[in-house]
């Protein structure tokens, strides 16, 4: 199956008015689990940068983790449905989960470039610390050719050194940065917290919570792993 058709099937119509610049922000991430921190993003990086619609993309075979153990894509997949359902202006694809091989952003942007006509704008929101590397990630120099970047930062973050490494690179990164309170939240916290049987209530939503009740999700095996967002 060829990556145009996988888009197809999974993601949502946009650019139909060729008269007018439709703005698509991309949330890409493990979700292990989602929690307020990433629908907070999200929807302040909707407000800021007058998106459209925010598309949460749950990483399939995370490029950075394949030699952590992750939470089932389908999982993952699961809670981040529940988790967005509530707003119109997210939507959640298997696009990710369903391609096989390792997730490289580059590939995803590639593919939605492909998808979507070029009355469609391309913005991939991600954490500072993640901006910070991504001059390291697989083919960066097409990923900055691909979309503008929002970077989310938590309140006191000092910038000086994402914006000194990114001017560093080389590459053509469009920036854009936005301050998150809510980002103390954390999946690795939450995944320590449910493993020791303390309350998540108010770090995620409560149809998650419900979802990591009902399947179990979180024993002692995995709550060490970290994560960025």
């Not at 999200?42 to 998106?51: K, P, V, Y």
């Not at 009355?119 to 590397?133: E, H, M, R, W």
């Not at 991504?134 to 097409?142: F, K, L, M, S």
Request: hydrophobic share 40%; with cysteine.
């Amino acid at each position: 199956m060829t990556s145009a058709h996988i888009c197809d099937a999974v993601l949502p119509e946009l650019g139909a008015d060729t008269d007018r610049e439709y703005r698509l922000g991309i949330m890409g991430g493990t979700f292990d689990p989602i929690h307020y921190g990433h629908l907070v993003t999200a929807e302040q990086a909707r407000e800021a940068l007058d998106l459209d619609l925010v598309l949460f993309m749950p990483a399939g075979v995370p490029a950075f983790k394949q030699d952590q153990q992750v939470t089932s894509a389908e999982d993952r997949y699961a809670m981040t449905v529940l988790a967005t359902a509530a707003n119109a202006a997210f939507d959640a694809s298997r696009f990710e989960i369903d391609r096989p091989g390792v997730t490289y952003t580059v590939d995803t942007l590639t593919a939605l470039r492909e998808r979507y006509p070029d009355n469609v704008k391309l913005f991939f929101i991600t954490g500072a610390d993640a901006i910070l590397d991504i001059v390291t990630w697989h083919n960066a120099g097409r990923i900055a050719e691909l979309a503008t970047l929002i970077a989310a930062t938590r309140p006191g973050y000092h910038i000086d050194q994402v914006r000194d490494r990114i001017e560093a690179s080389g590459f053509n990164f469009d920036v854009r940065y936005i301050e998150i309170p809510a980002l103390a939240i954390s999946s690795t916290n939450i995944r320590r917290r449910v493993a020791k049987g303390k309350s998540v209530r108010y770090l995620t939503s409560e149809s998650v919570i419900g979802y990591i009740r009902k399947h179990g999700l979180y024993n002692s095996s995995v709550v060490e792993r970290t994560d960025v967002l």
